[in-house]
T-cell receptor, first 112, second 115 residues
Framework: GDSVTQMEGPVTLSEEAFLTINCTYT??????LFWYVQYPGEGLQLLLK?????DKGSNKGFEATYRKETTSFHLEKGSVQVSDSAVYFC???????????FGSGTQLTVLP | NAGVTQTPKFQVLKTGQSMTLQCAQD?????MSWYRQDPGMGLRLIHY???????DQGEVPNGYNVSRSTTEDFPLRLLSAAPSQTSVYFC??????????????FGPGTRLTVL
């Protein structure tokens, strides 16, 4: 079945540091890939997505590239801010499935 | 649009009690889902629905019932609460694949504690 493996947290960075959160997946066919963000006390919000190989999703300074050859969708940001502190979830939607499969989430804390 | 709304925000139950978590959406989405979120386990799918009158089981359906009598509402029922059901519950909705952009919209969550 489909699965998503995420880099375990928590991750603590200083403001303006570079961020990478690793995500790899196993799926049949050609899934769509997503990053969701959950701010404290809130539900999940879509951060970015990519629907085919070599697509790059981007939003709010975050980027992730759909790498079919390595089955990866790593999240990156060049300079994090305190306001980026949240839990980040990698997820996939395979062609045959009707619902998302999530990774376990990565807690990010950015210190001033 | 209110998006996806959930009630209550917090609930404490005793073992064996029953309750219904409410979920509603005003975006005319066909797909609706219930997830539970537990530390270190991400979100796991409990039940989902692809339209009014149609529901199916997800990864962890035991102890939960759902029904979908309207497009807007998708309540989740706990028949006899157990401490293992202590969790944060999220409702989500989306258009069917091929319509819209595959984005799922999430409600703010219900934090449930079973004593």
């Amino acid at each position: 079945g489909d699965s998503v493996t995420q880099m375990e947290g928590p991750v603590t960075l200083s403001e303006e540091a570079f961020l990478t959160i690793n995500c790899t997946y196993t799926a049949t066919g050609y899934p769509s890939l997503f990053w969701y963000v959950q701010y404290p006390g809130e539900g999940l919000q879509l951060l970015l997505k990519a629907t085919k190989a070599d697509d790059k999703g981007s939003n709010k300074g975050f980027e992730a590239t759909y790498r079919k050859e390595t089955t990866s969708f790593h999240l990156e940001k060049g300079s994090v801010q305190v306001s980026d502190s949240a839990v980040y979830f990698c997820a996939l939607l395979s062609g045959s499935a009707r619902q998302l499969t999530f990774g376990s989430g990565t807690q990010l804390t950015v210190l001033p | 649009n209110a998006g996806v709304t959930q009630t209550p925000k917090f609930q404490v139950l005793k073992t064996g009690q029953s309750m219904t978590l409410q979920c509603a959406q005003d975006m005319n989405h066909e797909y609706m889902s219930w997830y539970r979120q537990d530390p270190g386990m991400g979100l796991r799918l409990i039940h989902y629905s692809v339209g009014a009158g149609i529901t199916d089981q997800g990864e962890v359906p035991n102890g939960y019932n759902v029904s979908r009598s309207t497009t807007e509402d998708f309540p989740l029922r706990l028949l006899s609460a157990a401490p293992s059901q202590t969790s944060v519950y999220f409702c989500a909705s989306s258009f069917r694949p091929g319509q819209g952009n595959n984005e799922q919209f999430f409600g703010p969550g219900t934090r449930l504690t079973v004593l």
